[in-house]
């Protein structure tokens, strides 16, 4: 059992920043690749980012060149540095975590990200 919990979300500028935090606790030895998702009102669920406890990263054509994604295995805490910021980054973000030997993954509860205009 894996429980995520994101933090960071809130309020910002187009172009502005926002750094995304999802810490995991339980069984943590059997978190394998680890991911951000999003969701907006009416649309669905789309992948974000995603790395590897090597560290190889893969990202949505949308946000590449903008978002980073990185994780401390030592932590367990995988994160979302979030740069030039649009509008269409309006979206609850979603901490996912792909376990070994588990025929579901982990979700967060989600944090907020609003992007102004």
Sequence with gaps: QVELVESGGGLAQAGGSLRLSCAASGSIFRINTMGWYRQAPGKQRE????ITRGGSTNYADSVKGRFTISRDNDKNTVY???????????????????????P????????QVTVSS
């Design 47 to 50: 992948l974000v980012a995603t």
């Design 80 to 102: 979302l540095q979030m740069n030039s910021l649009k509008p269409e980054d309006t979206a609850i973000y979603y901490c996912n975590a792909q376990l070994v030997l588990s």
């Design 104 to 111: 579901k993954d982990s979700w967060g509860q989600g944090t």
